[in-house]
């Protein structure tokens, strides 16, 4: 397994050098893109396939936020489930 920066396992990063910090930066950055552009791959066919009106509930989020600045993960704890039965 490979060895986390200091700063990810909250050890003292005063010992690395700038360039070093901002190398660690480097990879944390590549890695969000890199996981970024695998949702962006999975989730434009699934978008592509929805109706004008889901579009719109997609793009106001299911508590009525916009989440493109929030990411739709954030949410998905809270969303009301597609399952969900009313009560009694």
Do not use: C
Request: proline share 7%; charged share 25%.
């Amino acid at each position: 397994m490979a060895k986390m920066p200091a700063g990810m396992t909250g050890g003292d990063t005063a010992t690395e050098t700038p360039v070093e910090q901002i190398e660690v930066h480097e990879r944390m950055l590549s890695t969000r893109l890199e996981g970024l552009r695998w949702l962006k791959a999975a989730l434009e066919p699934f978008y592509a396939s929805l109706d004008d009106a889901q579009k719109a509930i997609a793009r106001a989020g299911a508590d009525g936020h916009d989440l493109r600045f929030e990411g739709p993960l954030r949410h998905a704890a809270t969303a009301p489930s597609i399952n969900a039965r009313s009560p009694g």
